[in-house]
């Protein structure tokens, strides 16, 4: 089994939709993350989180918002999606380990969504 | 604000051939961390290598090797004797701490190899 999972792994809906990706990891880190890809822009970062109570934004944070529900979950929500959200999602884990930074983000397979 | 620069948008080379893949980055950290992740055909992004800033050694893993010199604030991949397993894209990433005292890790756009047999 991957040790981050993300569900669905594609995803093709209308605009103005509610949409939820989900994420699951079975490594125990305490930091997850949420990015997009979009051609030629490498990937961006949406929300973060160092633990359970710890939440951040990222730099492209607007028309998003997240929830962490416990350490091993973090879910990413588009409330009302609009069409250049369409783009392919990660989700990512890290541990804290000594310091900041130092640790290698561990990815999911991804999630293609595409909204029309 | 940290900034990772890959200025190669696709590069081409023929199998055996040596490759190499240039990132500048940007920080005004004095530590930080830099990364190289490949994302292959399939789409995952596999972490490669990680490299902190007091640490210039150049290391080398099979085919791979890093050169990563703080004086032109350069992390290159080279890949030796390409294989047509090499073709991916390989992202270069940057993390240090943001102004809030966080981890932030900035990636750059990217460089999609392709190898030919």
């Known amino acids: 089994d991957a040790d981050v999972t993300q569900t669905p792994r594609n995803r093709i809906t209308k605009t103005g939709k509610r949409i939820m990706l989900e994420c699951s990891q079975t490594?125990?880190?305490?930091?997850m993350y949420w990015y997009r890809q979009d051609p030629g822009l490498g990937l961006r970062l949406i929300y973060y989180?160092?633990?359970?109570?710890?939440?951040n934004k990222g730099e492209i944070s607007d028309g998003y918002s997240v929830s962490r529900q416990a350490q091993a979950k973090f879910s990413l929500s588009l409330e009302s999606a609009i069409p250049n959200q369409t783009a392919l999602y990660f989700c990512?884990?890290?541990?804290?380990?000594?310091?900041?930074?130092?640790?290698?983000?561990?990815f999911g397979d991804g999630t293609r969504l595409s909204i029309l | 604000a940290q900034k990772v620069t890959q200025a190669q948008t696709e590069i081409s080379v023929v199998e055996k051939e040596d490759v190499t893949l240039d990132c500048v980055y940007e920080t005004r950290d004095t530590t930080y961390y830099l990364f190289w992740y490949k994302q292959p055909p399939s789409g995952e992004l596999v972490f490669l290598i990680r490299?902190?800033?007091?640490?210039?050694q150049n290391e080398i893993s099979g085919r791979y090797s890093w050169n990563f010199q703080k004086s032109t604030s350069s992390f290159n991949f080279t890949i030796t004797a390409s294989q047509v397993v090499d073709s991916a894209v390989y992202f270069c990433?940057?993390?240090?701490?943001?102004?809030?005292?966080?981890?932030?890790?900035?990636f750059g756009t990217g460089t999609k190899l392709q190898v030919i047999p």
């Open positions: 490299r902190n800033s007091f640490d210039e």
């Open positions: 990512a884990t890290s541990d804290s380990g000594q310091g900041l930074g130092n640790q290698p983000q561990h």
């Open positions: 989180s160092f633990d359970v109570k710890d939440i």
């Open positions: 990433a940057l993390s240090g701490l943001d102004s809030g005292g966080y981890q932030k890790v900035t």
């Open positions: 490594k125990g880190h305490d930091r």
